[in-house]
């Protein structure tokens, strides 16, 4: 079966799950996965739990936020860099004026009710 090679960023925490490839606050990986495999697919194969999941960036578009996870179904292409970060991380600082969102995030904000995210922010163990 083809491959694909990715560019993969695991920011805050996060970054343990990059085995030796951490340097603690953030972590790289290159990894090769099944051509078609998706953003859960990958997130399976780097094991990172849903709970401690934050925002999801792939080439630099917005696709997931806790709670509105649009895109786990997203087919990850040849080349893609995705990054993660975990719940308690910062906005990056290089979107501080907005992010681009992926075409499926975009319908599930128009999908909400209030079509919208309001704060997100949440203590260590609560939902």
């Known amino acids: 079966m083809a491959t694909i090679h990715l560019e993969i960023w695991l920011y805050g925490p996060l970054a343990r799950y990059a085995g030796g490839g951490s340097r603690g606050s953030h972590a790289r990986l290159d ?7 998706t953003l859960e697919d990958l997130l399976g194969r780097l094991g990172v739990p849903a709970e401690e999941r934050g925002i999801i960036f ?5 696709a997931s936020l806790p709670g509105l996870e649009a895109d786990l179904g997203l087919a990850l292409e040849n080349g893609d860099r995705v990054g993660f970060f975990h719940r308690r991380s910062m906005w990056p600082f290089q979107y501080r004026f907005g992010a681009r969102l992926t075409p499926q995030l975009q319908e599930a904000f128009r999908r909400r009710e209030d079509q919208g995210v309001r704060h997100a922010y949440t203590r260590s163990g609560d939902q």
């Open 31 to 37: 990894l090769e996965l099944d051509e078609g495999s």
């Open 58 to 62: 792939v080439n630099g578009n917005l």
